[in-house]
């Protein structure tokens, strides 16, 4: 039951939306080249399939690249904030301003000083990712209960095992949640870096469909983006189920 109340309210949801647009196109209160209807969206969509596969697989490696790359570097950053307190002082207001910079703004950069190839998209893709990961991870191995770090030092653990033990567990639903947010900003990211050059991906197909007034393609793109993010974000759900089996089992014991 549940279960069932957790996915029927934002169904229905959806569906009243899609029902609203479909009624304001339908009787012409918005002109149809301005804002399709959702069966013009849905027929460009079935009709560009095979094209959107295509540029949807280039997009899917830019962003995969680019979050692994992101998540490596968060990762190695956040140990580092955590296991040197000058560290911490010094990159935390940077890491900050960082995300302060619009992608916009610093994507031509990168297609200037790189090129149209793959790197100025992944490079993209890490610095809007990586935000996340190092953020959720600093304040998970800082939430640590102190008790239980001078519990390990008393009994002579290893700065690795406490890490392994104490901070590492701590920090693991922190950093789920970053990298959910992380998986998001991976496709953006890639998709913004593609608009600015490139011979293929969602961003490069976006651009020519809109020269050529084609926003019901238009449309069905944003759909199929917004479906890649929620499926990297089911897929985040699937891999923190498998890497922190207590807390499912603590979900079934409540």
């Not at 969509?45 to 295509?54: E, F, K, N, R, T």
């Not at 190695?76 to 935390?92: E, P, Q």
Request: glycine residues 8%; contains cysteine.
């Amino acid at each position: 039951m549940r279960t069932r109340r957790a996915w029927v309210a934002p169904t229905v949801t959806a569906l009243a939306l899609i029902g609203i647009w479909q009624a304001v196109c339908s009787f012409g209160l918005v002109p149809s080249f301005m804002l399709p209807s959702p069966v013009d969206v849905v027929a460009a969509l079935v009709g560009d399939v095979s094209l959107l596969a295509s540029h949807t697989v280039t997009t899917l490696e830019e962003a995969a690249l680019g979050l692994a790359i992101g998540v490596a570097v968060g990762f190695s950053v956040a140990v580092a904030m955590d296991r040197f307190d000058v560290v911490y002082r010094a990159l935390d207001p940077l890491i900050t301003v960082s995300q302060t910079i619009p992608t916009v703004a610093i994507a031509p950069l990168l297609v200037l000083w790189f090129g149209y190839g793959i790197l100025p998209k992944v490079v993209l893709v890490v610095l809007t990712t990586f935000f996340p990961i190092t953020v959720a991870l600093a304040s998970g191995f800082r939430s640590v209960d102190p008790d239980v770090l001078d519990l390990m030092r008393t009994m002579d653990a290893t700065r690795w095992q406490v890490f392994r033990y104490a901070k590492l567990p701590a920090a693991a639903d922190q950093f789920f949640g970053g990298l959910r947010i992380s998986a998001t900003y991976a496709i953006v990211g890639a998709v913004v870096a593609e608009w600015l050059g490139g011979s293929s991906g969602l961003g490069v197909y976006m651009t020519r469909v809109r020269k050529s007034f084609s926003y019901d393609r238009m449309f069905a793109a944003i759909i199929l983006i917004s479906a890649l993010s929620l499926a990297l974000m089911k897929g985040v759900d699937v891999l923190q189920r498998i890497c922190m089996p207590w807390k499912r089992a603590g979900r079934n014991q409540s």
